[in-house]
């Protein structure tokens, strides 16, 4: 049982390192304004979190920090000049209504992070959806100016991106500032792989649907333009490393997990193309909620037998060892 919970810390740090460093870009290329975005989401997030679990009496562990990382992801896909008090509301509602109401942090049904985006998307679609250009710093009260919409909007539009590889990996596009950092994302997925911090299965089969259809039923005119374009808008690749390949929401085994990717990416995939809806990932990570909790009663059920069947291998074991032990 220790450690389980070391493993759950070791993963929170691992996931927090990520997290600050696309912090740091944001920085570079939006401004302080962008930092105390994700401060207010933080510092909101974990007081919702002292309060709620004081109201239902249990006690705020190191564990509870987790709250603070799903913070970071709601901030990083916020427009970087978004206005505090509904971001705030979001990080309430991530804690309180999708996690804490559900049983808290040992019984999550799906990412905080994914439910706060899909809440504020429903209420606040036209704030949510118009970014700030790249190298635009916005003062800390001031209200954004000169907003634009995101390059996976003008993509799922004309099938078209008017800016460079180089721009598309620096993330020097608009956008969500988190969701378009795309070679820090792809060294953060490395690195979180690696340290077995997400689902292997549940990010390969995300990433894998994606690519898969896109070049089957292209966006663009070009195939290989579809697959490259395809996985770096509509926060595609952000969405497989922090809500669909979170350890805490995909099923435990590598196959279950793949699948599990699989149809979701499969299925945002066909929403975008149908309706060029942005981010649809997000929101179908959310919609496929039940299929997560179908796999992981699936597996425990397959724990169960497994386990009665190591028993009765056990108990034969024994039998035989008596019997030789009389002879």
């Given amino acids: 049982m220790q450690r389980n919970v070391r493993s759950e810390r070791f993963i929170w740090i691992d996931i927090m390192i990520t997290l600050l460093t696309l912090e740091l870009m944001e920085y570079f290329y939006y401004g302080t ?59 309430v ?6 996690k804490n109401v559900f049983g808290g942090r040992l019984n999550m049904i799906f ?29 800390l009260l001031e209200k954004a100016g000169g907003l634009v919409s995101s390059a996976s909007h003008s993509f799922n539009i004309s099938g078209k991106m008017d800016v460079s590889d180089f721009e598309i990996l620096m993330g020097n596009m608009s956008g969500a500032p988190g969701a378009v950092s795309i070679l820090l994302l792809s060294v953060a997925a490395l690195v979180l792989l690696f340290r077995r911090s997400i689902s292997a299965g549940a990010f390969i089969g995300t990433i894998s649907a994606t690519a898969f259809l896109s070049a089957i039923v292209p ?20 969405a497989a490393v922090y809500i669909i390949a979170d350890r805490r929401i995909a099923p435990k085994r590598g196959y279950f997990a793949f699948f599990y990717g699989f149809f979701i990416a499969a299925f945002s995939y066909i929403l975008t193309i149908t309706t060029a809806k942005e981010n649809s990932i997000v929101l179908i990570s959310l919609v496929f909620t039940p299929v997560a909790l179908g796999f992981k009663n699936l597996e425990k059920h397959i724990e169960t037998v497994e386990q009665e069947e190591l028993s009765a291998a056990a108990a034969v074991t024994s039998s035989g060892e008596e019997a030789a032990a009389d002879e």
């Fill in 111 to 139: 990412s905080p992070a994914a439910a706060a985006y899909v809440f504020i998307y429903t209420s606040w679609k036209n704030q949510l959806l118009m970014f700030t250009e790249p190298h635009t710093h916005t003062g």
């Fill in 219 to 238: 966006a663009s005119a070009n195939r290989v333009d579809s697959v490259k374009y395809t996985l770096v808008t509509n926060m595609v690749l952000f």
């Fill in 33 to 91: 304004r962008a930092v105390v975005l994700g401060l207010v989401c933080a510092g909101t997030s974990l007081a919702a979190e002292l309060i709620s679990l004081k109201l239902m009496r249990r006690k705020f562990t190191a564990d509870d920090l987790t709250c603070v990382s799903d913070a970071l992801i709601i901030a990083l896909m916020l427009p970087a000049a978004f206005d505090y008090r509904i971001a705030g509301i979001a990080a």
């Fill in 93 to 98: 509602f991530a804690v309180v209504v999708a």
